[in-house]
């Protein structure tokens, strides 16, 4: 079956260091992907999206890259922040309109 | 205020009882959808909707039911709850699938 996953379940970096965090994901059709940040106690919040016709989308502090060819995406934190802690997902939309969710990575920020 | 409202947020309820978890947006969004999250599995879609009246089964439908006779709301109902349905239960909308998803504050669900 289709299938989103994170590379790693946790990451710490230094505050002020960039992070990275790693997405794989198995259906070559998905044409949509996020990246969700999710607070301790809250829903998931939006942070960036990016289509399949993109490679790279830049907002603020946050970058997203998409690898079609080793269906690869990767979320990029820069001047990482405490309040940037969090657990972070990946997320892919199929053709036929339905979600799948990465198992997500932890991110620890130490001041 | 544009949010996504669930009702309740958390809930203890019995194996067989049926319940029903509420959802309602107020940003006239037609894609709306049901998640479950539990712990190393990440988030799994239960049911989805396109619009009013159209209604689509996700990566784990059984033991659910959902309705949509309106926009704004789209109920989760467990006719027969067991144990294993016991999760914290997320609503979100968007105004299409690929536009930005809008996350409930989520519904913690224990069936004893």
């Known amino acids: 079956g289709e299938s989103v996953g994170l590379h790693l379940p946790t990451l710490s970096v230094q505050e002020g260091d960039n992070s990275i965090i790693n997405c794989a994901y198995s259906?070559?059709?998905?044409?949509?992907f996020i990246w969700y940040k999710q607070e301790s106690g809250k829903g998931p919040q939006f942070i960036i999206d990016i289509r399949s016709n993109m490679d790279k989308r830049q907002g603020q502090r946050v970058t997203v890259l998409l690898n079609k060819t080793v269906k690869h995406l990767s979320l990029q934190i820069a001047a990482t922040q405490p309040g940037d802690s969090a657990v972070y997902f990946c997320?892919?939309?199929?053709?036929?309109?339905?979600?799948?969710f990465g198992t997500g990575t932890s991110l620890t920020v130490i001041p | 205020e544009a949010q996504v409202t669930q009702n309740p947020r958390y809930l203890i309820t019995v194996t067989g009882k049926k319940l029903t978890v509420t959802c309602s947006q107020n940003m006239n969004h037609e894609y709306m959808s049901w998640y479950r999250q539990d712990p190393g599995l990440g988030l799994r879609q239960i049911y989805y909707s396109m619009n009013v009246e159209v209604t689509d089964k996700g990566d784990v439908p059984e033991g659910y039911k959902v309705s949509r006779k309106e926009k704004r709301n789209f109920p989760l109902i467990l006719e027969s709850p067991s144990p294993n349905q016991t999760s914290l239960y997320f609503c979100?909308?968007?105004?299409?699938?690929?536009?930005?998803?809008?996350f409930g504050p989520g519904t913690r669900l224990l069936v004893l």
């Open positions: 997320a892919g939309l199929n053709t036929g309109n339905q979600f799948y």
């Open positions: 259906n070559s059709a998905s044409d949509y």
């Open positions: 979100a909308s968007s105004l299409r699938p690929w536009e930005t998803q809008y």
